[in-house]
C-alpha cells in the first residue's frame, strides 16, 4: 500500500531478545528512514540512508542497528541494548532529503 | 544538529475558526520545511511544504510561512472543518554540507481538535 511496506503490523518479543523489523519500498527511492514514534513525542529519527551501502545515526541510534544491502530495503534491528524498545516504528522514504517523505503503515512493537 | 521545537501542544478550535501552530528550527542551514498531518492510526501524510527560497505557499485553506531570518515557520489552516482534527507535526531538513544534512527533524507534535 502506497509504495512502501512493513511488517509485521504487531510484534511481541521477550526482554533480552533481538528483533528485526522489515522495510521494503517499490518507489526507487535513494533515502529511507527509520523513526520510532511515542506518545508526546513526536517522530525521532533513529537511522538513515542516503544511498545504497550507506547510512548514518539518527538523534536515538543507541540500542538499534541497520543495513542498506539493496535500495528497496532498510530492515532495522532492535536490539537487547535498547532499553525501552516498545514503541511504534515508521520507515519511511524519499527521493532526496528534500522531498517529501512516504511513510509505511509502521510496526508496532511490544516488549515484556 | 538540528533541533525542531513545534507550539502548542494541544489546540481546540470551533468549526470554521482559524488555526496555527508554530515551530522553530536551530540550524540556520535548514532548507526544506514540510509538515504532515496524521489521523489517529493512520501513517503520516505530507500536506504542505516550503524551501527557504520562499516565504510563503498556500494551498487551498491551508498555507505556511517561514521567517528565516527568526528561523521559525508556521502552518495556517482556515475556516477549519472537523475533519482537520488530527495530529500534525513540522519538519527541517538541512541543506548539503550542514551538520543537518540528509536528516528531516520533527517537531513534537501538535493535537488539533475541531469541533462541530
Known amino acids: 500500500d502506497g509504495g512502501i511496506t512493513q511488517s509485521p503490523k504487531y510484534l511481541f518479543r521477550k526482554e533480552g531478545q533481538n528483533v528485526t523489523l522489515s522495510c521494503e519500498q517499490n518507489l526507487n527511492h535513494d533515502a529511507m528512514y527509520w523513526y520510532r514514534q511515542d506518545p508526546g513525542q513526536g517522530l525521532r529519527l533513529i537511522y538513515y540512508s542516503q544511498i545504497v551501502n550507506d547510512f548514518q545515526k539518527g538523534d536515538i541510534a543507541e540500542g538499534y542497528s541497520v543495513s542498506r544491502e539493496k535500495k528497496e530495503s532498510f530492515p532495522l534491528t532492535v536490539t537487547s541494548a535498547q532499553k525501552n524498545p516498545t514503541a511504534f516504528y515508521l520507515c519511511a522514504s524519499s527521493t532526496s532529503p528534500w522531498s517529501p517523505l512516504h511513510f509505511g503503515n509502521g510496526t508496532r512493537l511490544t516488549v515484556t | 544538529g538540528e533541533n525542531v521545537e513545534q507550539h502548542p501542544s494541544t489546540l481546540s478550535v470551533q468549526e470554521g475558526d482559524s488555526a496555527v501552530i508554530k515551530c522553530t528550527y536551530s540550524?540556520?542551514?535548514?532548507?526544506?520545511f514540510p509538515w504532515y498531518k496524521q489521523e489517529l492510526g493512520k501513517r503520516p501524510q505530507l500536506i504542505i511544504d516550503?524551501?527557504?527560497?520562499?516565504g510563503e505557499k498556500k494551498d487551498q485553506r491551508i498555507a505556511v510561512t517561514l521567517n528565516k531570518t527568526a528561523k521559525h515557520f508556521s502552518l495556517h489552516i482556515t475556516e477549519t472543518q472537523p475533519e482537520d482534527s488530527a495530529v500534525y507535526f513540522c519538519?527541517?531538513?538541512?541543506?548539503?554540507?550542514?551538520?543537518?544534512?540528509?536528516?528531516?527533524?520533527f517537531g513534537q507534535g501538535t493535537i488539533l481538535t475541531v469541533h462541530p
Open positions: 540550524d540556520s542551514a535548514s532548507n526544506y
Open positions: 516550503i524551501r527557504s527560497n520562499v
Open positions: 519538519a527541517a531538513s538541512g541543506a548539503a554540507g550542514g551538520t543537518s544534512y540528509g536528516k528531516l527533524t
